[in-house]
């Protein structure tokens, strides 16, 4: 049994079906996590290693302010790799080195008044659970406080975008309203 | 007795119609009786599978059904407890009649060996030896192929003319580097490319060759098992798959593998932790290696020791080595492995289909030995792309627009990353049985009770032109569908 913030993922299922448990993570966002911590699609909760698990807490936490992800090197068709004599520390001080001498490079790039272009990440602005729940709770408190047409909607618990209302309009009824949540 | 009742029935008077009523009954009665005196042995009733302290209760039930039977028409007789067990535990499972087990009604089909498969054996079926370290039971087969085994009482193939030119060119690679018989196997679909490729794969075992048989290379690339990026590769590990093929090869090939050693030192779970190191001097067996990294269940030091196997296997002229792909064309497209920035990673990012590659395309060579793959011309989800069906001279079935874009890198590996070396040899299958070839299998399926009406000639010759001769065609929508309950 794994718990990640909270949440109880169950042994037995796909992980990438489990973090949909997260509020706000649906199929496609949590294909996206899986594909960052390196879990295949079969992976279970329970064959999860216990770096990913902490990783993806630790993630989860706080997606806004998580470390950008290195850009490894990919072997192109004639790559030779090194002897296994060669430490892994030193191919590691390497690729540091070269990541170090990108950065700079984009840092002089930015200087001359062309930035390069950066890789926007969609996983940077998630929001999950209490977060996320805050998040539209403001978003309906601001309609409401601007006096707009949307806000007062919510107030009577009514459909907002021009919905009939003399039948159906059930949904509005139980959700629409200042605090949701 | 009862032809005074009709002639009573048949009177036809009124005052009669009471009493052939009653008549009738009583005839009803009456054979009743009679149908029941006739099967009056008694079987001593076994009390099969029941638990020991229900035993008086069993009694008594069939006391019950005992006494019932005198008043009632079914005659009921138990079935003896040797014929069926209930699954009661796990201890006693269920047990099928013999009829019913597998290998029961075995077809006497001759040996697939490599003295049969000549010219004058073309039409000839032949069953594969069912021994436990068979490269099919180790490494499996393709899924269409598994199908069919497993309605088959006895798994056989058909020795063709293809089978006979395969089986020559695999005696000639035998001597020569792969470099020189890297061949792909075509053909439209179900015209027997997977099981020449799995006939190639059995000459070459029985021969004493090594075998590497990957039946579907599909499930390296659908992000079914784990990968890990690995900075001295530069490639995505496949940690998981990598120790399956490890131990799927020593399986098959320990006796070869453990007569060969290592050529130079090599350091078990090179980048993990150093505790569990475990140092092989120059002069190890192989199969010790293997067998080393077999019981690492960690599957740490699986991509290390297949690299390390791979390397020896390249250098030593002891053996012939085979390595046989089915799939082939799906390390031709986009894997559902995603990296972290959600792309799909390319087939040749990935450690296996990588190595696959690298000797299909001469960058990698056995010093004797061959490649040889098989097109799945009937997946839809990969199928075969472009870069293949230019390089191999495939046609297309639909004019191709000249916007189209092909891989660079594809296109390298398909025509062969070693300039001399060249690209991938074309060997197209038959796209039809000939009419002994079909004659063969049919036999064997009707030895095997698979035509339930006609087995005439007649029958034969419709669905041999209903499938147009086309093998698998002929098999599942010709013969195995000539079942019609009447």
């Keep these: 049994m794994v718990h990640v913030l909270g949440k109880k993922l169950p042994d037995n299922h796909l992980a990438r079906f489990a973090l949909t448990q997260f509020y706000g993570v649906g199929p496609k966002t949590a294909h996206r996590l899986c594909a960052r911590f390196q879990i295949h699609d079969k992976c279970k909760v329970k064959d999860l290693t216990p770096f990913q698990i902490t990783s993806l807490a630790s993630f989860l936490s706080s997606p806004a302010t998580a470390p950008p992800i290195p850009r490894y090197p990919l072997a192109p068709p004639k790559f030779l790799s090194p002897a296994p004599t060669v430490p892994l520390s030193e191919l590691q001080a390497k690729f540091r080195e070269s990541q170090e001498a990108l950065v700079k490079e984009k840092a002089a790039l930015a200087e001359q008044g062309t930035p390069a272009k950066e890789w926007n990440d969609p996983l940077k602005s998630l929001r999950i659970e209490s977060e996320l729940r805050n998040q539209i709770r403001e978003n309906i408190a601001h309609q409401r406080m601007i006096g707009s047409y949307v806000g007062r909607r919510h107030a009577m618990h009514l459909p907002v975008r021009g919905q009939n209302t003399q039948t159906n309009a059930k949904t509005a009824k139980k959700l629409n309203r200042l605090d949701r949540f | ?486």
């Design chain 2, 1 to 486: 007795m009862s032809s005074s009742i009709l002639s009573a029935a048949t009177s036809g008077a009124a005052s009669c119609s009471q009493r052939s009523l009653v008549a009738s009954r009583l005839l009803v009665h009456q054979t009743r009786g009679a149908a029941q005196k006739a099967p009056a042995v008694k079987v001593a009733q076994s009390i099969g599978g029941v638990k020991k302290g229900q035993k008086d209760k069993w009694e008594r039930k069939i006391g019950r059904e005992y006494t019932h039977r005198q008043h009632d028409i079914p005659v009921f007789t138990r079935m003896s407890e040797d014929k069926l067990k209930l699954p009661k535990t796990d201890k006693s499972p269920a047990v099928l009649p013999e009829q019913f087990q597998p290998m029961s009604t075995s077809l006497n089909l001759p040996l697939f060996e490599p003295k049969a498969i000549t010219r004058k054996n073309v039409g000839t079926a032949a069953g594969f030896d069912l021994t436990p370290t068979n490269p099919a039971k180790v490494f499996g087969l393709p899924k269409k192929m598994f199908l069919e085994f497993r309605i088959l009482s006895t798994p056989c193939s058909v020795i063709r003319d293809v089978t006979v030119e395969t089986k020559n060119k695999l005696e000639k690679a035998k001597d020569s580097s792969s470099k020189d018989s890297r061949i792909v196997l075509t053909g439209r679909a179900g015209c027997g490319k997977s099981f020449l490729l799995h006939q190639a794969v059995q000459y070459a075992k029985s021969e004493g060759w090594i075998v590497l048989y990957i039946p579907r290379a599909k499930t390296l690339i659908n992000s079914t098992t784990t990968y890990t990026y690995d900075l001295r590769t530069q490639t995505y590990l496949q940690p998981q798959a990598s120790y399956r093929i490890v131990e799927k090869l020593l399986t098959v090939n320990s006796d070869a593998l453990s007569t060969l050693t290592l050529s130079a030192p090599f350091t078990l779970g090179g980048d993990q932790d150093k505790s569990k190191l475990q140092v092989f001097k120059e002069g190890t067996k192989l199969s010790e290696v293997a067998q080393a990294c077999v019981k690492d269940k960690s599957y740490q030091s699986a991509c290390g020791t297949l690299e390390v196997l791979m390397r020896e296997l390249e250098g030593q002229t002891k053996f012939p080595v085979l390595m046989a792909i089915d799939d082939f064309q799906s390390l031709f497209h986009d894997t559902a492995y995603r990296d972290p920035f959600f792309r799909p990673i390319k087939s040749h990012h990935l450690s296996l289909p990588r190595l696959i590659l690298e000797y299909a395309s001469g960058k990698r060579n056995f010093a004797k030995g061959a490649f040889l793959s098989a097109l799945t011309a009937s997946d839809t989800q990969y199928a075969i792309p472009l870069e293949l069906q230019d390089t191999l001279e495939l046609g297309h079935r639909h004019p191709v627009s000249p916007y189209v874009q092909r891989s660079e890198t594809l296109l390298q590996y398909a025509s062969g990353l070693d300039a001399k070396a060249g690209g991938l040899q074309n060997l197209k299958v038959p796209e039809k049985f000939s009419v002994e070839e079909a004659q063969a299998l049919f036999e064997v399926w009707k030895d095997d009770l698979a035509l339930t009406n006609s087995r005439h000639d007649e029958t034969f010759m419709a669905k041999y032109v209903e499938s147009d001769g086309n093998p698998r065609d002929f098999v599942w929508k010709g013969v195995l569908a000539s079942y019609a309950p009447s």
